[in-house]
Every structure is written in structure tokens, then in C-alpha cells.
Nanobody, 123 residues
Framework: QVQLVESGGGLVQAGGSLRLSCAASGRTFSSLTMGWFRQAPGKEREFVARIWSGDSTYYSDSVKGRFTISRDNAKNTVDLQMNSLKPEDTAVYYC?????????????????WGQGTQVTVSS
């Protein structure tokens, strides 16, 4: 099991930027697939981005070109840089870890979850 702690959420105006960070402990971080998901009020949790151990990345269509996921295996962290934020990006953002080398966008492939951090984008 991996312990995950997110930070960096907050309130930002539309068009602004935020950087989320997730610190991991408890397992060999470099071998994990790391992902970011989000859940808006009244909606189901949805995939945002994932990064494999070899740094291959994949994004949902709604954030592609605006968000960037990255990892630092020396620090056991994964970040989500969010640019050109829109009101529809408002949600609780969750960091997740999968023991699968090639985990996909399926949330059920992720074994460990952080507590979430709120991101609010005002119009």
C-alpha cells in the first residue's frame, strides 16, 4: 500500500494556473503508475492524467494541451501543472497510485488514493 498526500489546491480565476503536488511513501515509487482524477459536485470521479514509470503520459481530452503531469522519482512526487484553467475544472482532485506498470484511465486499476485537494476556478 502507498500513502499519498496532495497539496496545492486553491481558488484561482479563469485563465489562471495552479500546480498540484502529491507526495508518496510506502512502496517503490519509481515502479508505480501515478494518476490524477477529479470529482466535481454531483458528478462521478473522472480520469485526468496518468504517467507510467517510464514517463509516458496520457491525458483526458478535456485537459489535453492545458495540463501537464510529471514525476520526480528521487523525491517520490508527482505533480499536475494546470494552465488556462476553466470554471469546469472546478473539482476535488485526487492523486492515485497503481501497482500495474501500464495502468490505464480506469480508476479501478489504482490501489491507493490520496485524500483529495479542492480546486475552484471562478469565472
Amino acid at each position: 500500500q502507498v500513502q499519498l498526500v496532495e497539496s496545492g489546491g486553491g481558488l484561482v480565476q479563469a485563465g489562471g494556473s495552479l500546480r498540484l503536488s502529491c507526495a508518496a511513501s510506502g512502496r517503490t515509487f519509481s515502479s508505480l503508475t501515478m494518476g490524477w482524477f477529479r470529482q466535481a459536485p454531483g458528478k462521478e470521479r473522472e480520469f485526468v492524467a496518468r504517467i507510467w514509470s517510464g514517463d509516458s503520459t496520457y491525458y483526458s481530452d478535456s485537459v489535453k494541451g492545458r495540463f501537464t503531469i510529471s514525476r520526480d522519482n528521487a523525491k517520490n512526487t508527482v505533480d499536475l501543472q494546470m494552465n488556462s484553467l476553466k470554471p469546469e475544472d472546478t473539482a476535488v482532485y485526487y492523486c492515485a497510485a497503481s501497482s500495474r506498470f501500464f495502468a490505464t484511465r480506469n480508476q479501478y486499476e489504482y490501489d491507493s488514493w490520496g485524500q483529495g485537494t479542492q480546486v475552484t476556478v471562478s469565472s
